[in-house]
């Protein structure tokens, strides 16, 4: 059994966009982290239908995956409003998505400013309670998984690597303190106890180009998917879980891990 902490919590309501930094989050068996990935832009010919959403591979999204210049814009989504807010430099755009013109402005501005290859500027799409998560296309169930990650074990990659790793590099919904170094990847089954929300341990997260960008300078400067495997022999870096019982998450909150 291990004491550990809530160090940050965040949700992400555009997949590949911005993250939107939490106090506390509640949350219900079952499903994920209220409001996360329930957008998204679909690149030109995705096959994205929301009338009939199935999960897609990431690359039929606009995401750091492909476009690193994401990290360079600072975006916040509204999810009362539906109002997109983009930083870009030293100009700020706004977009009223609720719209068909807003959400037309916002797709050809990210195919400008990002320079896309399609013949055509993405689609804003979403059809709730359909989620936009990496790992929706293993189940339906992982639809709903939340991302964690132990930030012991990014410290002590980096100590490997003799570099400092920023933490938003894997993009998580949860991260906490207090684990030893990559105890979560050995904790498949395990539960996580924060008062009274139970976090099960579903799977490992397997890292992909998207964590190379480094989200200060928007340049890939790290080839951590080379580089986790070069000194680990995988390419895992923090885990999903489920929500086995549901209630409050809060900053600073502490918990524990019973394997």
């Known amino acids: 059994m291990s004491k550990l902490t809530i160090t940050c919590l965040s949700r992400f309501p555009v997949k590949g966009l911005s993250a939107e930094p939490l106090n506390s989050v509640t949350l219900r068996a079952s499903e994920g982290v209220p409001g996360d990935r329930l957008f998204g832009f679909a690149r030109y010919n995705s096959g994205f239908d929301p009338r009939n959403p199935e999960p897609l591979p990431k690359d039929r999204f606009v995401v750091l995956l492909k476009e690193a210049a994401l990290a360079g814009l600072q975006t ?29 402005d916002a797709a050809k501005f990210l195919h400008r400013v990002l320079a896309l290859s399609d013949p055509e500027p993405p689609i804003f799409v979403s059809s709730e309670p359909h989620r936009f998560t990496d790992v929706s296309v293993v189940s339906p169930a992982m639809m ?19 570099t400092e790793i920023n933490p938003a590099r894997f993009r998580a919904n949860i991260e906490i303190d207090g684990l030893a170094p990559f105890a979560e990847l050995n904790g498949v089954g395990a539960i996580l106890k924060f008062g009274n929300v139970r976090l099960r341990i579903l799977s490992r997260t397997k890292r992909c180009a998207a964590t190379e960008v480094n989200p200060d300078t928007a340049i890939r400067d790290l080839k951590l998917p080379y580089l986790i495997r070069q000194q680990l022999g995988h390419t895992d870096m923090g885990v999903y879980v489920e929500v086995a019982e549901g209630g409050t998450l809060r900053l600073d909150q502490p918990g524990k891990m019973c394997v």
Do not use: C, P, Y
């Not at 989504?77 to 037309?104: I, P, Y």
């Not at 939340?146 to 002590?156: F, G, K, M, P, T």
């Open 76 to 104: 916040h989504f509204d999810s009362q409003s539906h109002v997109l807010q983009v930083k870009e430099s030293a100009n700020t755009h706004w977009f009223e998505m609720r719209t068909q013109q807003g959400r037309a």
């Open 144 to 162: 709903n998984a939340i991302s964690l990650l132990n930030i012991a074990s990014v410290n002590a990659l980096g100590q490997k690597l003799k």
